[in-house]
């Protein structure tokens, strides 16, 4: 019960950080960069922000998988069809497109990041912030029993 409590309460804790870091950088900050035309002001963020954010992101994996593990047993049930089993697998989804996203704009955007291709960078903040705000909705869906199947 303890160790239940303590991995809800910092993958909500991680889930605020993650989620409302990321909101802030796309509706407060990206909208003033690209009206500007300045990459500075995301890459100044993003610096600040990784320091915090990435190990919150690195903490949801870590109490995520803790809570699928403790609600489901094991990875071979996490498949099955069951209404959270179907939310474990949404969140399996949304962290492989959110990783998929993150790799590609630290390998293949950032390092060529000008003023020019801020608008690039830009889709990626946005799909990451609507995979963060997906995350949140996923996993509070699950106090009311998950997602059943769409055709019951
Ligand atoms: C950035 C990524 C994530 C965010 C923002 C996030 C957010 C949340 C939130 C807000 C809740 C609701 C907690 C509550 O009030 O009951 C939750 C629950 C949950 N999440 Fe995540 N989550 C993330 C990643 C993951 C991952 C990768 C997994 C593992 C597959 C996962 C598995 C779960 C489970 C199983 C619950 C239900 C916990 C329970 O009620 O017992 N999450 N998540």
Redesign the pocket.
């Known amino acids: 019960m303890a160790g239940?409590y303590l991995a809800?309460s910092l993958?909500?804790l991680?889930?605020s950080v993650?989620?409302g870091g990321h909101l802030v950088l796309a509706v407060a900050i990206l909208p003033s960069a690209l009206r500007a035309q300045r990459a500075a002001t995301v890459s100044e963020f993003e610096r600040n922000f990784e320091r915090v954010g990435l190990p919150a992101?690195a903490l949801?994996?870590i109490?995520?998988?803790w809570?699928?593990h403790?609600?489901l047993g094991g990875p071979g049930n996490?498949f099955d069809d069951n209404p959270?089993a179907h939310?474990?697998q949404v969140?399996?989804g949304?962290?492989a497109a959110?990783l998929g996203l993150a790799v590609h704009a630290r390998l293949r955007v950032i390092p060529k990041l000008t003023d020019d291709t801020l608008t690039t960078l830009a889709w990626h903040i946005r799909l990451v912030t609507i995979a963060?705000v997906l995350?949140?909705l996923?996993?509070?869906s699950?106090?009311f029993g998950g997602y059943p199947a769409f055709d019951h």
């Open positions: 239940y809800l993958h909500i991680g889930a993650w989620a992101l949801q994996i109490t995520g998988l809570l699928a403790h609600l996490w959270v939310v474990v969140k399996l949304l962290l959110t963060a995350f949140v996923a996993g509070a699950i106090r």
